[in-house]
């Protein structure tokens, strides 16, 4: 299945952005690098990045140098926070063009759930059919991947950045992160805009923010 193909199903299925979520700290370490990075070009740089739960059975099922993309903004969608973190890159799918062949694979399910020696079809989706019929906008567990990212992943087709505000009183997390990000972005993607998220009444991420200790919640913001 070429980019091209894949882009045509996507946007059939009104898949119009892919929604890449991080900490603050590895966003930093993005912006300072000329674009998103996968976990294992910042480990062998030698470069800081928010520790995942998921990293060892990452490498282990070689994804370990994948960067990932949903179809939808999860935050918006289940009304709850994103559990990567409350950065949100937004990229037009027209990234697709700009790929080489055979970089874009979509997952069947979440890597987590694989073990060593799987298939490439047990893992990905790997025909036009295939995505036509099994691929969901919006699913948890089918992920866009860009495989065995080298280099950083430019930001010409980055369209904004999106910040959690936890609305946390008498605390700085949210102001120092979002003027951290904003002199990062002006210096690193000039005239990209950095926006603050507007949650409807109905969204639970205030009260989830509130409820966790305050590490947890200072450890997410933190640069």
Known sequence: MTNKELKRVLLRKNIT???????????????????LLSRGVVEERGLFQTPQESDEKDKEVDV???IFFDSVDIHQRVKKINHYGPVLFVYSVDLLDALPPDTVRITRDNPIRWHAGMTESEKYLLTKEQLWILFEKGSFFQHITLR??????????????????????????????YQHLKKL??????????????????????EQYRSYNELYTYYRFRY
């Open 17 to 35: 952005h892919l929604y890449h979520v991080n900490s603050v700290a590895t966003s930093c370490t993005f912006l300072e690098n000329g674009g």
């Open 148 to 177: 065995h990212q080298t280099e950083p992943l430019s930001f010409d087709y980055l369209e904004k950045v999106v910040l959690d505000d936890p609305k946390i009183d008498n605390t700085t997390y949210f102001d120092n992160a």
């Open 64 to 66: 370990f140098y994948d």
């Open 185 to 206: 972005m002006e210096r690193c993607v000039p005239g990209k805009p950095l926006e603050i998220r507007q949650c409807p009444p109905a969204c639970q991420c205030h």
